[in-house]
């Protein structure tokens, strides 16, 4: 299993196709409010904030300039953690025909998508359950950054972004660890 945050981390005993159902150790306490996103909803790590309007619009076009024409996500919101730099950015992909049919079709094709853009750094993928809904996990780690990317079939699919540099990652595991663990179909 790709996933490292998980020494509390469970694989249910079944399958659904390419999917494993995992369960996430959640601490309520790690947890920021709900956010509502495309028939999800998910809770930011506590403390994480969300950025000002300059941060906002710096990462979207970050991620606008790595993203391919066909894949431009909407964005709903990005949280900061001040002390430690972690990220998590929130997208969804908007509605057309490769996001309103076969999530795995489409899913695969971000993923190899996704591992073309960024060969500098090898890209690992996961095929999950998480609050019921299939999801793909894809991570990267670098001598910086630890980051988790998940892409969920809610209404529409729904990014979510996990950044944390490697230093904090000890410190913030837990915290990322509860925020997925939060997440279930509204």
């Known amino acids: ?32 409010d709900p956010i509502h996103v495309k028939g999800l909803v998910v809770h930011a790590p506590a403390g994480w904030d969300e950025a000002d309007s300059t941060l906002l619009v710096a990462v979207r076009q970050a991620v606008v300039g790595q993203a391919s024409e066909n894949r431009l996500p909407e964005f709903h919101t990005v949280r900061i953690q001040p002390e430690t730099g972690g990220v998590l950015v929130i997208t969804s992909f ?10 795995v079709t489409w899913a695969r094709s971000f993923v190899e998508e996704y591992r073309r853009a960024r060969s500098e750094v090898p890209v690992e993928e996961d095929w999950l359950k998480i609050g019921g809904m299939a999801a793909v996990q894809i991570y990267q780690a670098d001598s910086l950054r630890i980051q988790f990317k998940y892409l969920i079939a809610a209404d529409l699919p729904v990014g979510l972004d996990y950044s944390v540099p490697r230093a904090a990652w000890e410190k913030e595991v837990r915290s990322v660890e509860s925020s997925l663990g939060s997440i279930r179909k509204k």
């Open 1 to 32: 299993m790709v996933l490292a945050l998980a020494v509390s981390c469970r694989g249910s005993g079944g399958s659904d196709g390419p999917f494993r159902e995992l369960e996430f150790a959640v601490d309520s306490s790690r947890l920021g």
């Open 94 to 103: 908007p509605k057309d025909p490769r996001t309103t049919g076969d999530f």
